[in-house]
């Protein structure tokens, strides 16, 4: 069936070094990714999204690219902060009201 | 605006309790749902409702059920609660149109003992 998924669980970054988060799919109907962050105890707070006619959106500090072709997606933050610490979403949408979230990835900054 | 708020922050049950848990948002959005969130997962959809009076199930809606009667309050109820069911439960809510952005509450962390 349809799966959103992650290639690594854990990515550990040096501070100040760029970070990329990886994310599979598998539904080649999806048409809207969108990547949250989560911080400790806290709920979901949305990054970037991208619609599936986009190959590359950049927001501040954050650049998404989509790749149709091997159903990839990926979250480039650049010069990564402590504060970046967290785990990151990526979640689809294939036309309905419903999103479908991937499993996350741990971000650890090591200073 | 407070955004998304939901209570209570911490629940402990026992297992056949019945309970409600709180969702309520300030910012005139349309859509509501409703997501447990359990260890090493992602979050999984259990009901939405896209204004008031509607209400459709998401991914995973046994032993749950909702209500829409003000744009402002969606709870969410537990009929007979299970130890399957001690997550985190967050709240989100969203404009109606084609962007996705959800907006999300704090949660709330329930044990069924």
């Known amino acids: 069936g349809e799966s959103v998924g992650l290639h690594l669980p854990t990515l550990s970054v040096q501070e100040g070094d760029n970070s990329i988060i990886n994310c599979a799919y598998s539904n080649s109907a999806s048409d809207y990714f969108i990547w949250y962050k989560q911080e400790s105890g806290k709920g979901p707070q949305f990054i970037i999204d991208i619609r599936s006619n986009m190959d590359k959106r950049q927001g501040q500090r954050v650049t998404v690219l989509l790749n149709k072709t091997v159903k990839h997606l990926s979250l480039q933050i650049a010069a990564t902060q402590p504060g970046d610490s967290a785990v990151y979403f990526c979640?689809?949408?294939?036309?309905?009201?419903?999103?479908?979230f991937g499993t996350g990835t741990r971000l650890t900054i090591i200073p | 605006n407070a955004g998304v708020t939901q209570t209570p922050k911490f629940q402990v049950l026992k297992t056949g309790q019945s309970m409600t848990l709180q969702c309520a948002q300030d910012m005139n959005h349309e859509y509501m749902s409703w997501y447990r969130q359990d260890p090493g997962m992602g979050l999984r959809l259990i009901h939405y409702?896209?204004?008031?009076?509607?209400?459709d199930q998401g991914e995973v809606p046994n032993g749950y059920n909702v209500s829409r009667s003000t744009t402002e309050d969606f709870p969410l109820r537990l009929l007979s609660a299970a130890p399957s069911q001690t997550s985190v439960y967050f709240c989100?809510?969203?404009?109606?149109?084609?962007?996705?952005?959800?907006?999300f509450g704090p949660g709330t962390r329930l044990t069924v003992t």
């Open positions: 989100a809510s969203r404009i109606r149109d084609s962007s996705y952005e959800q907006y």
């Open positions: 979640a689809e949408n294939f036309g309905n009201e419903k999103l479908t």
């Open positions: 409702s896209v204004g008031a009076g509607i209400t």
